[in-house]
């Protein structure tokens, strides 16, 4: 059965400091989809990126970089230089290519603070 | 362009009463799913439509049901409403099948059931 485990339930660092937030995933699907997810104290989930089971290249966008790992079933997601917007909770989450629901399974959330 | 839009932000009902969700997706986006999210918790796949149809369901009772009108815009209704149905109500557009491409999330209906 697929699950997404999101083992750091609160992180607490001081602004400035890189900080990387872990995603381990089990899935039995070949095709998969993994995304990572921002939610602020304001509730709306905000997108932050999506990955294929096919594409194992890391990216960086400005702060944010995403580092997939198939062998691991890793895709954790680390913030450069932290800042006290990025505090949040974060999510990953996973969908099958094979899941007639078409659903996102998430994980628990890690929440972030970041202390000026 | 809106984003998606949810109404109400917040709503109170009491125990036994019937709910009514709404959702209104971004304009072009023709599926919509519905999360619920308990306090501490990620959110848990209730339902999704697409194209008018439901595509998926999750793990809840036939309390829920939903629907999705000509305009892509979507209800959630829940019946019999129990102490635990407290929770923030998520709804996601996508312009297809949620998880195929990035959703992206209104600001949610905070329910709370007394």
């Known amino acids: 059965a697929q699950k997404v485990t999101q083992a750091q339930t609160e992180i607490s660092v001081v602004e400035k400091e890189d900080v990387t937030l872990d995603c381990v995933y089990e899935?039995?699907?070949?095709?998969?989809?993994l995304f990572w997810y921002k939610q602020p104290p304001s509730g709306e989930l905000v997108f932050l990126i999506r990955r294929n089971s096919f594409d194992e290249q890391n990216e960086i966008s400005g702060r944010y970089s995403w580092n997939f790992q198939k062998s691991t079933s890793s895709f954790n997601f680390t913030i450069t230089a932290s800042q006290v917007v990025d505090s949040a909770v974060y999510f990953c989450?996973?969908?099958?290519?094979?899941?007639?629901?078409?659903?996102?399974?998430w994980g628990a959330g890690t929440k972030l603070i970041i202390k000026p | 362009d809106a984003g998606v839009t949810q109404s109400p932000t917040h709503l109170i009902k009491t125990r036994g009463q019937q709910v009514t969700l709404r959702c209104s997706p971004i304009s072009g986006h023709k599926s919509v799913s519905w999360y619920q999210q308990v306090l501490g918790q990620g959110p848990q796949f209730i339902f999704q439509?697409?194209?008018?149809?439901?595509?998926g369901r999750g793990n809840f009772p036939d309390r829920f049901s939903a629907r999705q009108f000509p305009n892509y815009s979507s209800e959630l209704n829940v019946n019999a409403l129990l102490l635990g149905d407290s929770a923030l109500y998520l709804c996601?557009?996508?312009?297809?099948?949620?998880?195929?491409?990035?959703?992206?999330f209104g600001q949610g209906t905070r329910l709370t059931v007394v």
């Open positions: 899935t039995r699907d070949t095709t998969y989809y």
């Open positions: 996601a557009s996508s312009r297809e099948g949620q998880g195929r491409t990035e959703a992206f």
């Open positions: 439509y697409y194209e008018k149809e439901e595509r």
């Open positions: 989450a996973l969908s099958e290519a094979q899941d007639s629901n078409y659903q996102l399974i």
